[in-house]
């Protein structure tokens, strides 16, 4: 779909194995933290290792559900607002500093 274009327009999409979204599945996930909770079922990903990265706040509520880390992207599609950003979340201005959080 739309995420995968969106990788191969980067040239990201080798650095991914597979892509997760709510209507991948029939019927359709009720939300995204059925939808990384499956991820992490299917895929055999351990949380302990594991970092969920997003841009909204819906993102960072589905990686809490799921006892995940989360690393709000402040730039991008969702733009999180100051307001929605929540105690415990990491912060990434740029897409750089994604690097700099997960070395």
Known sequence: ????????????????RHVYALDLFDPRLPDKAAMIGRLLLDQRIPREQTIYVGDREEDGLAARDNGLPFLAATWG???????EIQ????????????????A
């Open 77 to 83: 599609y969702g733009s999180l607002t100051p307001r």
């Open 87 to 102: 105690a415990g979340w990491g912060l990434l201005a740029q897409p750089a500093d994604l690097l700099a959080a997960i």
């Open 1 to 16: 779909g739309r995420t995968r274009r969106i990788l191969e327009h980067l040239g990201w999409a080798a650095l991914f």
